[in-house]
């Protein structure tokens, strides 16, 4: 496997409040950070998000149990969980996609994940948003989530 992305996936299952500044040594000067809620570009804005992701949620953990990588580029399949005020406790999984420049430094981090996971906790929203989903889906398909 590519020691960038190894050094990248131990570096977010790590992060905790007190080092959110390792990331700047694993990321270009211009990553792009993407996901449901955020768009970042640039560094400094990456670093920001992931202390504000801190100051927002408690017992955050970070869990990646696959990975494929190709030169540069990479796919990982994770999970994130957590804990707010407004949703309680939250655990979830998704799927990145990240790419390294040639000196193997993240430029790229999007993460695709499905925002209904966690805004269906938020009280009020998430019941509009499970009588949707209940509305939408297939008559004979069953649901272990909501």
């Not at 409040?17 to 000067?29: F, I, Q, R, W, Y």
């Not at 990456?46 to 869990?63: K, N, P, T, Y």
Request: charged share 25%.
């Amino acid at each position: 496997m590519a020691n960038w992305l190894e050094a990248y996936i131990s570096a977010l299952e790590a992060l905790n409040p007190g080092n959110v500044d390792a990331l700047e040594k694993l990321t270009s000067a211009d990553i792009e950070f993407r996901d449901p809620f955020n768009l970042s570009q640039g560094r400094a804005s990456f670093i920001e998000l992931m202390a504000d992701m801190f100051e927002r949620l408690d017992e955050v953990e970070f869990r990646v149990d696959q990975r494929i990588a190709e030169g540069h580029c990479a796919m990982i399949h994770w999970r994130f969980s957590g804990h707010s005020q407004m949703t309680g406790a939250f655990s979830f999984q998704g799927m990145s996609r990240i790419e390294a420049d040639s000196e193997g430094l993240i430029r790229l981090h999007h993460d695709y994940w499905d925002s209904a996971e966690i805004l269906q906790k938020v009280p009020m929203l998430g019941r509009v948003l499970r009588y949707v989903k209940r509305r939408a889906s297939h008559a004979g398909a069953s649901s272990s989530r909501g």
